[in-house]
């Protein structure tokens, strides 16, 4: 399946485990990929390990509503309007249970993992809802339906996250955007992994970048599913 040369495909998170991924696999079938990021270092170490004219690379802040639109802005002078968007943002967390949780840490966690995906939706979602073919991707995790002492927040933002693409996908229903949950239910091995044991049914990122570029691509088997889990 392809997600063809004329493409422009978004990758929020691109420079983090999980977007990376996707980033990789849609560069393979010649996609034209834009990432933004808060880290210099990290665009600088993404573009070393993806060689290439596919990849285009936006130093910016994510964390406030002007920053996402400063980065759409640029994306959309450099390429044209989007196609889609991947919005592979936060990621895990442990600390100390519920009873325990400092209001500060709360409060920057729901911004990083829930918040970030409203300003993302906010900024990209009015282009998209009309543009034919265009497709809509949020990526989640296993304690978005499950929860998991002292990781509260993330379950939280995660179950959050989930009800929010569903009302979305109500608000826009009828339009041409395609949305969809990507949800992943292992630990994603990838070429950032340690030397922590891992289990072998958990998920190769080639695996979870296949399967997301698939979702992206025009030719998807499931089109009318929301809600996609891996494996
Ligand atoms: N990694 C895994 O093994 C795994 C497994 C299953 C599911 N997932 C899912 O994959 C998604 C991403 O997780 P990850 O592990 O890839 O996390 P990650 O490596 O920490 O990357 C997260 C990305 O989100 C961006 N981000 C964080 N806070 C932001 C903010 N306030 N505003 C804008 N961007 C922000 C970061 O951008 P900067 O580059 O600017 O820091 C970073 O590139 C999550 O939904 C997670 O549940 C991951």
């Known amino acids: ?7 422009v495909v978004v990758v929020a998170g691109g420079a983090g485990v999980a977007g990376e991924c996707v980033v990789e696999a849609l560069l393979a079938r010649g996609t034209t990929v834009a990432v933004p990021s808060r880290s210099p270092a990290r665009l600088a170490a993404l573009r070393a390990a993806h060689p290439g004219p596919g990849l285009s690379t936006y130093p910016g802040d994510m964390g406030s509503a002007d920053g996402v639109r400063r980065v759409r802005d640029a994306i959309v002078a ?14 895990w967390g442990e600390g100390p249970g519920f009873a325990d949780l400092d209001d500060s840490v709360w409060h920057e966690l729901l911004d990083t993992n ?4 409203l300003r993302l939706a906010h900024a990209f979602l009015p282009a998209l809802a009309d543009r034919p073919g265009s497709v809509y991707v949020t990526l989640n995790g296993i304690a978005a339906d499950k929860p998991v002492p002292g990781s509260g927040p993330i379950c939280v933002t995660g179950a959050a996250q989930r009800m929010m693409l569903r009302v979305l996908a109500e608000e826009l229903a009828g339009r041409a955007v395609r949305l969809h949950e990507v949800a992943i239910l292992t630990p994603i091995i990838t070429r950032h992994w340690d030397d922590r044991p891992a289990k072998p ?10 399967y997301i570029a698939d979702v992206l691509a025009p030719d998807f088997s499931n089109p009318d599913h929301l809600l996609l889990t891996l494996p």
């Open 1 to 7: 399946m392809g997600m063809g040369t004329d493409r």
């Open 78 to 91: 450099e390429h044209g309007e989007v196609d889609a968007v991947v919005a592979a943002l936060g990621g």
């Open 114 to 117: 829930l918040s970030s995906h």
């Open 201 to 210: 049914d958990w998920l190769h990122g080639t695996q979870v970048g296949t």
